[in-house]
């Protein structure tokens, strides 16, 4: 295969994908080839291809699931403009529990009642795990064995991350605000009245065609 048509065959498919591919799905794309090309040759193309969309509005970008197509930031507030609902909004109280999630997990919902000295609404768990940002990873050995909850792919690649390691350790920050704008967290008490946060669906847009 010439390396131009290996070259559009990517594009191509991570164009018309639905969500971040791997080296993995990609290679299987040519399993039926007499001389399928080796994993180093597709990441040859994946590299063409984000030095390509360097000076675009879009950018190729490896996330935790793999490769996706996505606007870059500095146009979203343009591009959201063509959505024609509004963006979700999340309370404080979720966004503090989703935060205590990402930095301590593995941690029970009592632990996580305990750092912020108010009791979690199901609702908020509710959420977490129907957008699949959170899920179960064990059972504590307590009585009661309450379960233990961490995050997961889908969460990483919402906030346009790799892994966790690409966020700074509570020890290196003195505001966990610079984390993310959305993540604004752990106050000393709840605030009087809630504060709403809005986090723009899908964190950084993905290009479709």
Same mark, same amino acid.
């Given at each position: ?15 018309a994908a639905d969500h971040a591919l791997t080296l993995d799905q990609l290679l299987r794309l040519f399993e039926d080839e007499k001389q399928p090309p080796a994993r180093d040759a597709i ?84 959420? #977490? !795990?129907?957008? +699949?940002?959170? &899920?179960?990873?064990?059972?504590? /050995? %307590?009585?009661?064995?309450? $379960? ?36 604004? #967290? !752990?106050?000393? +008490?709840?605030? &009087?009245?809630?504060?709403?946060? /809005? %986090?723009?669906?899908?964190? $950084? ?5």
């Open positions: 295969m010439k390396p131009k048509q290996l070259k559009n065959i990517i594009e191509a498919a991570l164009l990441k040859k193309v994946l590299a063409q291809l984000q030095e390509e969309c360097e000076d675009r509005g879009y950018e190729l970008k490896k996330v935790a699931s793999g490769y996706r197509y996505q606007t870059r930031v500095d146009v979203q507030p343009w591009v959201s403009k063509l959505r024609s609902e509004r963006p979700p909004r999340y309370s404080r109280a979720f966004m503090e529990t989703l935060a205590l999630v990402i930095y301590r997990q593995p941690i029970t919902r009592a632990e996580i009642e305990d750092v912020r000295g108010v009791s979690v609404s199901s609702s908020i768990f509710k959420v #977490l !795990l129907e957008r +699949e940002w959170v &899920k179960i990873v064990g059972h504590k /050995e %307590v009585p009661g064995r309450p $379960a233990m909850y961490g995050t997961t792919r889908k969460l990483l690649d919402y906030f346009n991350l790799k892994s966790l390691n690409e966020l700074p350790s509570l020890a290196e920050i003195k505001d966990l605000d610079a984390v993310h704008p959305e993540l604004d #967290l !752990l106050p000393q +008490e709840e605030p &009087k009245a809630p504060v709403q946060l /809005e %986090v723009i669906e899908g964190g $950084a847009a993905e290009t479709r065609h």
